[in-house]
Structure formats: structure tokens, C-alpha cells
């Protein structure tokens, strides 16, 4: 039966971790895969997330299972996180469970699309994070673009991302994503998420926000302000929200599914199907990333304390973003001044694939092909080298 199987190639992001782990250069450098790391290239695990986990492990006494909708203290606690002071008017409307990562959320929710509506198209930006294709493509949903960038590669093409928008049809479902863009980093404004819920209501379609970086861009309470004027005043929505990111549980897979319903008795029946969809699957999701959120949110002072580290994590990337800016004009590329404005990890660098190629194999600095940066790989001391090679890399 596997004699006939063809290997595949690696997944882009995830293949280059491997390169980079192989590369025995001093001076290496990964702007890769997106993850958050400090100074000494290090993605340690957050002080409040740790003190969380080690009150966790002294008070458990049991690993029976949890169900298919996981743990209901971390799903009450993450719809507050993310629709903030306008849970209470919509928390009826919701059908929410924990899922294993943002990914198991962007599945699921796939499947139920796919289920409630088997013909709906979904619009992604043009470009998007390439796993958005097989996690909502392979449920057998149409997948749809919308332009997103200007041809400059750096800003946001409103006008064609408008246009766009009248050819979306009644029941079509847009994914947004809910603050720092992957791969792009160019994020919408408020008044522009607020036109495209007015878009919304007017031709029928299902706007899907993807938040797996709430807290990096400017602010938790901010980065969620587009995703809370849609719950206000539209009848449905989509959410996917991720906690890799934001409190570093990367490999602890946990993550939030949420459909909000025209009603209460929509959302009864939608929970059922989401649970159905889960059992089908992979059963229930693994327990102990979410304990430790749903124990981390549950207490003030530990809240506090993750808030903080988290604010101090988005000023780190937003300084690394002006000193990169800043150095690359000190060395003749004040174009590159567009990397302070963008918001979270990535940038889109604008090299061509053969500069991308130049600087792994010549300098050991690992981008993806599409030029895309994960700018938390940058660091004071790595910094001036990155800069030095990218400007090198222009010239040869
Ligand atoms: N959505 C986007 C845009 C992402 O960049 C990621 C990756 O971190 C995810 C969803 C899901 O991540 P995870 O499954 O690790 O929570
Ligand atoms: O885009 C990134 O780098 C992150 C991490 O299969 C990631 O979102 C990359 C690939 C993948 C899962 C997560």
C-alpha cells in the first residue's frame, strides 16, 4: 500500500527550523518560524505562565478526561479576554470550545462551515498565512482571494480589498485576521473593520477572525477592538484564537473555536455539531495548557503579572522594528522605514528569492522565500549583522 505513496515536501516554515538547527555557523540567525524570543535568542517560558503551572501540578489530583469542549473555565475566561465589554450582550449567542492550537480551532471551525453550508466560499487575504489553505481548504471548501497588499508589497491596498469585497455572495465567510497580519505584518484600522461590518450586514457574508497574536500588536485590549465592534453589531461571526503566541504555550497546543449565532438556540445546536466535529477528530484536546490559562486568568495577581511580560514582549518587537529601520538607513536604505510602522513579528522584507537564498547559504540569516521576517528573531546583538548582510545582499 505505501510503495505507492510519494514523499512530500517540507512544510516551508517548519522545514527552515530544521535548517537553522543544522547550521553550525557562530553567527546564525533564524527570522523564520514565528516565534517570540528575548535577547539571548531564547523563547523562555513566561514568569506568570510557570507560577501558574507549578500551583497546577501541587493542586491536581486527577488526569481523568476532560470531554470533547475541554476545560469550561478556560472557554469562559478566553471569550472574556477576547470579546472584552461586549461579552454580555452576545455570551448566549456563543458556541465556544477549547481546541489543541489555533489550528485546531481553524479546523474545526472549517467543518462546521462545511457542514451548516457546504457551497460557502472562504475569502482569504491575498497573501495569507499558507496554512490557512490546507486547514480550511481540505474540509472541501471553496477557497477564495481578496488582494490585500499594493503592489509596493508594504501597505494595505484598501481600495482593492473593498472591491473585493462586493464579489463576496450571500453566506460566503471572509477570514480577517484579528491584529498583526501573517505574513505581512500590515494590519486594518478601526474604521476599516467597521466598513467591512457594515459590508457584512449589507451583503450576508460571515466575517471569520483569526487571533493568534492578540497582545502583539498594540495592545490586548486593542488588537481585539476590530473583532469586538463585528460581535456588536453583526448576527454571526467566526473566531479562531491561538495561545501560542501570546502566553507562549506553543507545544501545549491550546487554542478556542467560537461561532456567535443569530440566537441562543442556534448556538445550543451549533455547540452540538462543534463537539461532533471534535469526536471526529481527535476526540478532546489536551488538557494541561488550558488549565494553566484558565488558572492564570482566574487569578488577579497572576494576570497581572502575564499582562505585563506580554506588554513588555510587543515594546521589545516594536523597538527591534525602529532599530532595524533605523540601522538599515544609517546604511543608505531609508526604505526600509516601513518595518517601524507594521504591527507583531513579520515583515515582508521585499528581497527577491535569490537575495533570501544569498543570505542563508552566505551569511547563515534564514527568511522564508517570500522574503517574510519574523522580526522577534532580531536582537541587540545580531542586529547590526543582520542589517550589514541584508544591505550586502542588495548590492551583490
Ligand atoms: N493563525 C495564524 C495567523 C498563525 O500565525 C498561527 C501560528 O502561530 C496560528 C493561527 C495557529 O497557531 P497554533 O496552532 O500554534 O496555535
Ligand atoms: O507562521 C509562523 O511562523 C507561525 C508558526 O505549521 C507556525 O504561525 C508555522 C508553521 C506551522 C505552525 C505554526
Request: aromatic share 8%; net charge negative.
Amino acid at each position: 500500500m505505501f510503495d505507492s505513496l510519494q514523499a512530500l515536501p517540507a512544510d516551508p516554515i517548519l522545514g527552515l527550523m530544521q535548517l537553522y538547527r543544522n547550521d553550525a555557523h557562530p553567527q546564525k540567525v533564524d527570522l523564520g518560524v514565528g516565534v517570540y524570543k528575548n535577547d539571548a535568542g531564547q523563547t523562555p517560558v513566561m514568569a506568570a505562565v510557570k507560577a501558574a503551572e507549578v500551583q497546577l501540578l501541587a493542586q491536581q489530583n486527577s488526569k481523568t478526561y476532560v470531554g470533547p469542549a475541554g476545560n469550561e473555565a478556560f472557554v469562559a475566561l478566553m471569550k472574556q479576554l477576547t470579546f472584552g465589554e461586549c461579552l454580555s450582550s452576545v455570551d448566549d449567542r456563543l458556541a465556544a470550545v477549547q481546541t489543541p492550537g489555533g489550528c485546531g480551532a481553524l479546523k474545526v471551525a472549517a467543518e462546521l462551515i462545511k457542514t451548516a453550508s457546504p457551497t460557502a466560499a472562504i475569502w482569504v487575504s491575498s497573501p495569507t498565512w499558507g496554512n490557512h489553505i490546507p486547514l480550511l481548504g481540505n474540509a472541501g471548501l471553496q477557497l477564495r482571494e481578496y488582494p490585500y497588499l499594493s503592489q509596493c508589497q508594504t501597505q494595505l491596498d484598501w481600495p482593492a480589498m473593498q472591491a473585493a469585497m462586493d464579489q463576496v455572495k450571500a453566506g460566503d465567510v471572509v477570514l480577517l485576521h484579528g491584529s498583526c497580519h501573517n505574513p505581512t505584518g500590515v494590519d486594518l484600522t478601526l474604521a476599516q473593520w467597521q466598513w467591512l461590518a457594515d459590508k457584512a450586514l449589507e451583503k450576508g457574508f460571515i466575517p471569520f477572525v483569526d487571533m493568534a497574536y492578540q497582545g502583539f500588536g498594540d495592545g490586548i485590549e486593542e488588537d481585539a477592538a476590530g473583532l469586538r465592534y463585528m460581535a456588536s453589531v453583526l448576527p454571526e461571526l467566526l473566531l479562531a484564537v491561538s495561545c501560542s503566541k501570546n502566553f507562549g504555550l506553543y507545544r501545549e497546543r491550546v487554542g478556542m473555536v467560537v461561532a456567535m449565532c443569530p440566537s441562543g438556540g442556534a448556538s445550543v445546536a451549533a455547540t452540538t455539531h462543534m463537539l461532533s466535529i471534535v469526536r471526529g477528530i481527535y476526540s478532546m484536546p489536551p488538557d494541561h495548557g488550558a488549565a494553566i490559562v484558565a488558572h492564570l486568568l482566574a487569578n488577579g495577581a497572576l494576570a497581572n503579572e502575564w499582562r505585563a511580560e506580554l506588554d513588555s514582549m510587543r515594546l521589545r518587537i516594536q523597538q527591534l522594528r525602529c532599530q532595524f529601520a533605523d540601522t538599515m538607513a544609517a546604511l543608505g536604505y531609508p526604505e526600509f522605514q516601513f518595518v517601524a510602522n507594521q504591527k507583531g513579528m513579520f515583515s515582508y522584507l521585499g528581497i527577491s528569492q535569490p537575495q533570501v537564498t544569498w543570505l542563508a547559504e552566505q551569511k547563515s540569516i534564514y527568511l522564508l522565500s517570500s522574503s517574510r521576517a519574523s522580526i522577534a528573531g532580531l536582537s541587540r546583538d545580531n542586529l547590526d549583522y543582520v542589517c550589514h548582510s541584508l544591505a550586502q545582499s542588495i548590492t551583490v
